[in-house]
C-alpha cells in the first residue's frame, strides 16, 4: 500500500534563503520515467511512546570490576568534526532549520514537518499536514528545533501538488533552510531525510535516491483532482510525520519535500512503516507554487488541455497516454491532437501511462514550450511542439 506521509530560534545574520522576487526559472528539463504511477493515500503522523530501558551488565563484567588483578583502560573522548559531504554534515546544516507541525480541530489532529523559509517564519510543508485545519476548523502549531513552540497560520495552500505554506506567529531571526536543485540530482546519488516520524522530532535517515521523475498519485481532497506529481523516489526511511520534512543533498540543500511512502501492510493504528520506498516533491517543482503562495496568489499549473486514459495493454496500441478527449482552444487543440492519438514523451521524459503524462506535464510551468511525440491511431508518429496553457 502506497500511504501519505503526514502525521529553532538562532542568532542573524543569516542570508535569506528563498528570494520572494526571483527572476523566472528556465524551463525544465526533461527526465527518464522510470515506472508507473503509484497510488498513494491520506497518512497522519502520531504521538511516539516507549516504555521502560535496562541496562544489562553480563557476569564477565562484573567478575572484572571486582577482580583487583583486572583493570579497564578508558581511552580519552575525542570529538572528531564531520567531513564535508557526509550525512552528519548535512544534518548539521538542516536540522535548525526543520520544525515539527502540530494541526488540530474538533474532530482529529494530525502531525507533521515543514521547512523553514524565511528568517520571519515562513514555513513550506505538505498541504495534507494542514488541511485538517483547513477543511474543519482549528488551530496550527509549530516545535522549532530548539525546543521553542508557537502557534502559526495558513497563508496558502495547493491541494492539487500537495504543497501549503503557514505562518509562525511571533517569531524572527529564524536560520532559513538553503534550497538546493532537484533538477541536478542523480540516481545512487546520497540523501538525507529529515522531520518527525512517529511525533520524534529532529529525526535525520540517510539513503539514497532510488529513482527520479516516477510518477506518485495521491489522493485528493473531497471533490478535488488527485494529486499526481514526479517523485524522487528514495530508500532514505521516511514514516507518518515526515511528510512536509525536507531531503536534503549531502550539501544539506533540500532538493525534495518528503510526501509520500509505500508500505507492504498496515500497522495496528491503520499505518504502515517504511519498506525503503519514499517520495518527495522536487524542490525545482514547488518553488514556482510556493512563490505564488507567498504572495498570496492563486497557485497555476501547467496543462496541455486533454483527458487521457491508459493506452498500455490495448490493441495495435503502444504504451503511452491515450487522448480521449481534446478541448476546444487549448495547446492540445491548437496542434491537432486528435482522440485516439497516443503520447508516449514529452521532451526526453517517457510517458508509458496517463498518470505519467499528467505528472511530466506538471514539472513545467505554463508558458514553457514543449515538444511531445504522439503516435496515431494508423502508427503514423510525428512530433508536435506546442506551447503549455494554464488551468488559470
Given amino acids: 500500500m502506497l500511504k501519505r506521509v503526514n502525521s529553532g530560534v538562532f542568532p542573524p545574520p543569516y542570508p535569506p534563503a528563498f528570494p520572494l522576487n526571483p527572476p523566472p526559472a528556465d524551463s525544465r528539463r526533461g527526465g527518464r520515467v522510470v ?8 497518512l497522519a503522523g502520531g504521538a511516539a511512546g516507549f516504555g521502560g530501558a535496562a541496562l544489562l551488565n553480563d557476569s564477565s563484567s562484573n567478575a572484572a570490576s571486582s577482580n583487583p588483578n583486572s583493570s579497564l583502560s578508558v581511552g580519552p573522548s575525542l570529538k572528531v568534526p564531520a567531513s564535508k559531504g557526509s550525512t552528519e554534515s548535512a544534518a548539521a546544516e538542516v536540522l535548525p532549520s526543520v520544525v515539527k507541525i502540530y494541526a488540530t480541530s474538533s474532530t482529529e489532529s494530525d502531525s507533521g514537518s515543514g521547512i523553514i523559509l524565511t528568517s520571519q517564519g515562513e514555513i513550506l510543508t505538505n498541504n495534507h499536514v494542514v488541511e485538517v485545519v483547513a477543511l474543519n476548523g482549528g488551530k496550527l ?6 525546543g521553542a513552540m508557537t502557534r502559526a497560520t495558513i497563508i496558502g495552500r495547493d491541494p492539487l501538488t500537495d504543497l501549503a505554506v503557514i505562518r509562525a506567529h511571533g517569531v524572527s531571526n529564524l536560520r532559513p ?4 536543485d532537484s533538477d ?9 531525510a529529515v522531520g518527525a516520524p512517529f511525533g520524534l522530532e529532529s529525526t535525520v535517515t540517510s539513503g539514497i535516491v532510488s529513482a527520479l521523475d516516477r510518477p506518485v498519485t495521491t489522493q485528493g481532497e473531497v471533490g478535488n483532482q488527485a494529486t499526481i506529481f514526479p517523485a524522487i523516489q528514495t530508500d532514505a ?3 507518518p510525520g515526515n511528510s512536509g520534512g525536507p531531503l ?6 533540500v532538493v525534495g519535500i518528503n510526501s509520500a511512502i509505500r508500505t507492504a501492510s498496515q500497522g495496528a493504528a491503520g499505518q ?3 519498506i525503503g520506498l519514499g517520495f518527495s516533491i522536487p524542490i525545482n517543482d514547488a518553488i514556482p507554487i510556493v512563490r505564488e503562495l507567498l504572495h498570496h496568489q492563486k497557485p497555476t499549473h501547467a496543462k496541455i488541455g486533454v483527458k487521457v486514459s491508459d493506452a498500455t495493454g490495448r ?5 503511452g497516454a491515450l487522448v480521449v478527449r481534446v478541448q476546444r482552444h487549448t495547446a492540445a487543440d491548437a496542434v491537432g491532437l486528435h482522440p485516439g492519438d497516443v503520447v508516449t514523451k514529452i521532451d526526453d521524459m517517457l510517458t508509458p501511462d496517463a498518470d505519467s503524462l499528467v505528472a511530466g506535464v506538471r514539472s513545467y510551468r505554463p508558458g514553457d514550450t514543449v515538444n511531445l511525440t504522439v503516435v496515431a491511431s494508423s502508427g503514423a508518429q510525428r512530433t508536435v511542439k506546442l506551447t503549455l496553457g494554464s488551468d488559470a
Avoid: C, H, K, Y
Fill in 177 to 180: 533552510a538553503t534550497l538546493g
Fill in 35 to 42: 515506472g508507473a504511477a503509484l497510488l498513494v493515500g491520506a
Fill in 248 to 253: 536534503v543533498d549531502e550539501a544539506g540543500q
Fill in 315 to 319: 490493441i495495435g496500441l503502444p504504451a
Fill in 237 to 239: 526511511a521516511i514514516n
Fill in 141 to 146: 502549531a509549530v516545535s522549532f528545533n530548539n
Fill in 184 to 192: 541536478s540530482l542523480r540516481v545512487g546519488q546520497q540523501v538525507v
Fill in 272 to 274: 504502515g512503516g517504511s
